[in-house]
């Protein structure tokens, strides 16, 4: 498309079409493109630069929680996703597969990996002999395939990228322990970085991964009062182990096998940010994961190349030495009105504007997205009060988002109130629920909302009655409409 | 494994056998293992720390160089491989296809990328419109699948992982340029970085990659006297872009095709980095890219884990400040002695022993990697005596790799002494080549050797007679045997 024909007029109003407003944010920003492959996208340069800010601030913590990055193969043969039959029950019908290999065919066909439990699980059985090999601890950052019928960029599509943990424990304790610590991280990683407030819980059996013992979960509420999971933690128990027979030899001289978990963040995390964040406007980003955290746009009135310009390209270049993700747009076939629309709708959190007034004064104009707060300031120290500035968008943009999150976070004691706050508007419900499927699959039958999990901290003490069928109930669980 | 086998004696000696040993290296170095599938292997976390730290100093200088990073599909549909037929004669023998998504039959089948160019170009028929769409400089990592008969870890394996630029410009000038500019980035990077010399310069037609107009290649030799690609950088012309329909409209309103490069390194580096600089006890890193650069080990004697390992502590503690990377393996299971084979074997470019009579001195032993030189030093200012002697040891190692590469450069005037050079000695053989086709493949038929380069840089003015027909040659270029 034509540069001159980014208009921000040409993002449809979120509160008109979510979805329409969500697709027109993703192509106008230039975050991502459809592929001409069904369900498949490109992730363009300015959806990208997100996404390498999130892998930085994301591995740095798996690091320092003494994990180590490796890389798995993508393919993985039939024979064994077949091993683990729940697993290959949840991921046979999103499998895509390699049948030939240059002409020829090939003797057993080939899983484009969906997730890689399989893979790394045959791989551990040949690493793993003693107790003192334990725990290992491997990440991978990868791309992978789930052949999905509806997509939706970032959300779901047919390939993405992630990252997925895969550790081996001598202990039930420990891989427990690990599963818990990496919620934890998660929630850490989002609430501070993306700026997400969430809740963390496990996830009913209905909903867990397939082939795990327990699945955790991290989930937050979008703007549109639909939840969305973030990321999953889950302890894989022993299933897998026996499958593909990962067993040590403990310090007594008996063979065990171990104890595993596996973890993971996707892409999708880019959506969540959409999501969470934006506005009729477009994008609003957290200063964090922010490409750009400046756009210095110049004043372009009279003699601004000689006046204003040079002072311009100087406070680019002090903000860069500061550290600080800057950008000055001195184009010349862009108007400054233009450009503010633009690196609005691009949502970078804070737009610094100098005309040839401010320099008389040696001051500039700084306007924030997260409030749209205008506020003249000095040249002096300009770097330090931009970083403290970015530093209390950040937390800005947390607290505007779990204000969102509580006023849309209804406690319910009857089915009534629950149908109809689901149908009017949405958000999480908060009820007692059984513990029985039945009444789960009811509720999301009548309803389309799920338990999107059982609180890690409890909400409610004591019991209460199952917001569908009445019974005694002594989990008070989420409930929400999800992506 | 268990720990107690990985013993240095396990390593085939590199005199006796270099094939056995380059896969001996890799395994009790943990860089990498064999995947259950044929062809494919697991990058482990040791091999894979190598890969992060080689991504971020090449990233860093694609960045620096106004290139940015996206995201583009695995698949490619076999249609848009087809369109480009030379391309698609070069890789239809090696494509894996994907026939099946979940339990249904693809009408298409999809190509797992081999490279993007296909892919990428339809992209980018759709990004550009105008000669101010121009240029496109992106840049991706990612995975790539080529279906190959015999596979050899790093150098040559079913999947590996690499970086791939794509760019599109109004001229042919500035493609010519771009091409250039990034061979002699590649070339910068590689010798600074892993220090490894290298020649660089222009592939012959016959070896050029398949849809290019020309091909420029960074080749090094490895310990063995054969020659290997490092890094390739194309000059694609209009090839893609006429069958992919990139256009855009110059400012004299007129539609133009524009004018394409693409240019990679993969894994492969780490192949290089074993064969440059390894030697019988194993590998030898560079420290620019090794994972630890400083090993210390405590010699436990006595009540030293009271008066030796705080000090070790401390040590680690003070170098992590000043950003070297260090490890202290306090471990009691393991001798001091076996420590020292078993990180010699790893490659660490230092080592720091520290036992109770250094403790009394107030100083350390340290052991270069690059040389076995020894050094007793004191513990004032150990972090800037480190961090240079670390900057000396990958100095030695690139002229150490230089030296040999000046050894084994063979300037050669008749055919008899190139076929008597390659089989005794290898090595790289520079001599007139005619420019013919037919001796280029006589020469490799009789001998295995084949053009590596036509050098940028004339190593000879004039003309001469061509090395096979004896016919007047203009072209002084290199010839090798080649992984």
Redesign the interface.
């Known amino acids: 498309?034509?540069?001159e024909e980014r208009l921000v007029t040409q993002i449809t109003p979120k509160s008109e079409d979510f979805s329409r407003w969500y697709v027109d944010v993703i192509r106008r920003a230039e975050l991502a493109?459809y592929?001409?492959?069904k369900g498949?996208?490109?992730?363009?340069?300015y959806g990208?630069?997100i996404?390498?800010n999130i892998q930085q601030l994301l591995d740095r913590r798996i690091k320092a929680s003494g994990h180590?990055?490796?890389?798995?193969?993508?393919?993985i043969?039939e024979s064994?996703l077949k091993k683990e039959m729940e697993h290959l029950k949840g991921f046979?019908?999103?499998?895509?597969?390699?049948?030939?290999?240059?002409?020829e065919e090939l003797e057993e066909?080939?899983a484009?990996r969906p997730t890689s439990e399989a893979?790394i699980g045959?791989?551990y059985s040949?690493?793993i002999?003693?107790w003192?090999?334990l725990p290992i601890l491997?990440n991978q950052w990868?791309?992978v395939?789930r052949?999905e019928k509806v997509t939706r960029p970032f959300l779901r599509t047919?390939?993405f990228?992630w990252q997925e943990g895969h550790t081996a424990h001598a202990t039930e304790e420990e891989a427990r322990e690990e599963t818990l610590k990496i919620l934890n991280l998660y929630r850490e990683f989002i609430e501070t970085e993306l700026a997400i407030p969430v809740v963390v819980g496990k996830k009913t059996s209905r909903e867990k991964f397939a082939g795990a013992l327990e699945t955790y979960s991290v989930e937050a509420l979008m703007s549109d009062g639909r939840a969305l999971q973030m990321g999953t933690s889950h302890h894989l128990g022993q299933h897998f182990s026996r499958v593909f027979n990962i067993r040590f030899e403990d310090s007594n001289q008996n063979l065990q096998y171990v104890w595993q978990t596996s973890w993971g963040v996707s892409t999708r995390l880019i959506g969540a940010i959409i999501m969470s964040h934006g506005d009729d406007s477009g994008l609003r980003l957290p200063p964090h994961i922010a490409p750009i955290q400046v756009i210095i746009v110049p004043i372009s009135i009279g003699r601004w190349k000689e006046t204003v310009l040079p002072v311009a390209v100087d406070l680019e270049r002090r903000l860069m030495a500061a550290k600080i993700r800057v950008k000055l747009d001195s184009r010349e076939?862009y108007t400054p009105g233009w450009k503010f629309a633009e690196y609005e709708m691009r949502g970078v959190p804070l737009r610094l504007e100098i005309g040839p007034k401010d320099i008389n004064q040696q001051q500039v104009v700084l306007v924030r997205r997260d409030n749209g707060e205008k506020l003249t300031t000095s040249m002096d120290n300009l770097e330090g009060k931009i970083t403290n500035l970015l530093e209390e968008i950040q937390k800005n943009m947390f607290n505007q988002a779990l204000e969102f999150q509580r006023r849309n976070t209804h406690d319910v004691d009857n089915y009534e109130d629950f149908k109809k706050i689901i149908e009017d508007r949405r958000g999480f419900i908060r009820a007692w629920w059984c513990g029985q499927e039945t009444c789960e699959e009811s509720i999301k039958e009548e309803t389309a909302a799920t338990i999107r999990v059982i609180p890690l901290e409890k909400v409610k003490e004591g019991k209460g009655n199952c917001v569908y069928c009445g019974q005694l109930a002594s989990e008070y669980v989420y409930f929400a409409r999800a992506y």
């Not at 498949?40 to 340069?45: E, G």
């Not at 180590?68 to 393919?75: D, G, K, Q």
């Open positions: 498309m034509k540069k493109d592929a001409p492959m498949m996208m490109v992730i363009r340069p990208y630069a996404w390498e180590v990055n490796a890389y798995f193969p993508l393919f043969p064994f046979a019908p999103e499998v895509a597969w390699v049948t030939h290999g240059g002409q066909r080939l484009v893979i045959a791989m040949k690493w002999q003693s003192r090999d491997i990868a791309n395939v052949w047919t390939e990228l076939e």
